[in-house]
């Protein structure tokens, strides 16, 4: 069956500008996780569905990041003005159920920020 | 405050010897461990892990060990191949300050397999 996917895969945008990131989970995930991974470091916690209820957006840096997942499927994350220090790749990940169930990643999204 | 920790950013290993990674974390409160895979332009590629009631996992070629009174784990690939060349990370998850389902991974380590 098919992955995450997540598009696009790469944006550069312009200081300023809003970017909005769409990631597809695996058919029938419950949990959805992104994910923010700066150049050389590990990927990091952002925010957490299940279903459409966002249960844990703790690690959103600020409150120009927003994301949603309305039907319980497709999440799209938005950033709004976007900086430079947004620059790095935005990973979805997918679970069947929250506890325990091991996170498949997508292929991420790399934003350059000019 | 780096939780999980990957000391080495890079290892080389001849094919066919045994590659061993590591990751040390610092939060007694973790109780599942994670070792992905990730190659250039792809999303990590889960690979094992170990709930902290067992302290070893073991499946084809890799094995992942814990150690938590020293609150250590290690990957180990045998016999290494040159397709296993890529960057690996170790993730932690559990306790009050992550919850369950949120991981914590450490920075990475690249391991080159020499042909």
């Known amino acids: 069956g098919a992955g995450v996917s997540q598009s696009p895969r790469y944006k550069v945008a312009k200081r300023g500008q809003d970017v909005a990131l769409r990631c597809d989970p695996i058919s029938g995930h419950v949990s959805l996780f992104w994910y923010q991974q700066a150049l050389g470091q590990g990927p990091e916690f952002l925010t957490y569905f299940q279903n459409e209820a966002q249960l844990d957006k703790s690690g959103l840096p600020s409150d120009r990041f927003f994301a949603e997942r309305p039907e319980g499927s497709v999440s799209t994350l938005k950033i709004q003005r976007t900086q430079q220090e947004d620059s790095a790749v935005y990973l979805c990940a997918s679970s069947s159920r929250d506890l325990r169930e091991t996170q498949y990643f997508g292929p991420g999204t790399r934003l350059l920020v000019l | 405050d780096q939780q999980v920790k990957q000391n080495s950013p890079s290892l080389s290993v001849q094919e066919g010897r045994i590659s061993i990674l590591n990751c040390d974390y610092t939060?007694?409160?973790?109780?599942?461990f994670l070792w992905y895979k990730k190659y250039p332009a792809e999303g990590p590629t889960f690979l094992i892990s170990?709930?902290?009631?067992?302290d070893k996992n073991e499946d084809g070629r890799f094995t992942v060990f814990l150690n938590k009174s020293a609150k250590h784990l290690s990957l180990h690939i045998v016999p290494s191949q040159p397709g296993d060349s890529a960057v690996y990370f170790c993730?932690?998850?559990?306790?009050?300050?992550?919850?369950?389902?949120?991981?914590?991974f450490g920075t990475g380590t690249r391991l080159k397999v020499l042909a």
């Open positions: 939060n007694s409160m973790f109780d599942y």
């Open positions: 170990i709930s902290s009631i067992k």
């Open positions: 993730a932690a998850s559990g306790g009050a300050t992550s919850g369950t389902y949120k991981y914590i």
